[in-house]
């Protein structure tokens, strides 16, 4: 089930960023499909969790083929696939890395291990794919306020994921006390 949500996440975020036009909060860029990256970090941490480091890396492949064959024949143009496919990739390794060598409960190590990730990942991806330097769809001004959005959003969405991670831990392990 873990591994089908991490899929699932990342497909929807490809998709509801391709149909959806992006939110301007301010001077904010938002993608609609940055709420759901944050939700991928978060899965991915949790089946790392299942099945181990090294097998995380093998699904991290399967997500980023998926993720780059949906962004296509949603018409991204090439500059976007690649940059899309390259922040996927580096940040989901710098999560997975961080994740697995952070020495603190899990939901610090979530929250730590994606707020790494979704920097790495809104940075590459708006400079590679959306500035001048990629497919040109944002000015160099734009920028900043486009990586700051995405960024702030996705902080958010892991405050919020290792609140609940650590509800549920503590739940789960006052029950075991009491049992």
Same mark, same amino acid.
């Given at each position: 089930?873990?591994?089908?949500?991490?899929?699932?996440?990342?497909?929807?975020?490809?998709?509801?960023?391709?149909? *959806?036009?992006?939110?301007?909060?301010?001077?904010? =860029?938002?993608?609609?499909?940055?709420?759901? =990256?944050?939700?991928? *970090? $978060?899965?991915?941490?949790?089946?790392?969790?299942?099945?181990?480091?090294?097998?995380?890396?093998?699904?991290?492949?399967?997500?980023?083929? !998926?993720?780059?064959?949906?962004?296509?024949?949603?018409?991204?143009?090439?500059?976007?696939?690649?940059?899309?496919?390259?922040?996927?990739?580096?940040?989901e390794s710098?999560?997975?890395?961080?994740?697995?060598?952070?020495?603190?409960?899990?939901?610090?190590?979530?929250?730590?291990?994606?707020?790494?990730?979704?920097?790495?990942?809104?940075?590459? *991806?708006? =400079?590679?794919?959306?500035?001048?330097?990629?497919?040109?769809? !944002?000015?160099?001004?734009?920028?900043?306020?486009?990586? $700051?959005?995405?960024?702030? *959003?996705?902080?958010? $969405?892991?405050?919020?994921?290792?609140?609940?991670?650590?509800?549920?831990?503590?739940?789960?392990n006052k029950?075991?006390i009491s049992?």
């Amino acid at each position: 089930m873990r591994i089908l949500l991490y899929l699932i996440s990342i497909v929807t975020a490809n998709v509801v960023t391709a149909a *959806f036009a992006p939110l301007n909060i301010g001077i904010f =860029i938002v993608p609609m499909g940055t709420f759901l =990256i944050g939700a991928t *970090f $978060i899965f991915r941490d949790l089946v790392q969790n299942r099945y181990g480091r090294k097998k995380t890396y093998y699904f991290i492949g399967i997500a980023l083929l !998926l993720s780059a064959v949906i962004s296509y024949f949603l018409g991204d143009t090439l500059i976007i696939v690649l940059a899309s496919a390259l922040s996927f990739v580096i940040a989901e390794s710098t999560d997975t890395e961080i994740y697995t060598r952070l020495n603190l409960p899990m939901s610090w190590r979530v929250f730590y291990s994606g707020l790494v990730g979704g920097l790495l990942d809104s940075v590459i *991806f708006v =400079i590679i794919g959306l500035s001048p330097l990629g497919a040109n769809f !944002l000015p160099w001004e734009a920028v900043p306020a486009a990586i $700051i959005g995405q960024v702030i *959003f996705k902080t958010i $969405i892991q405050g919020i994921a290792a609140l609940i991670i650590n509800q549920v831990n503590n739940i789960s392990n006052k029950d075991a006390i009491s049992n």
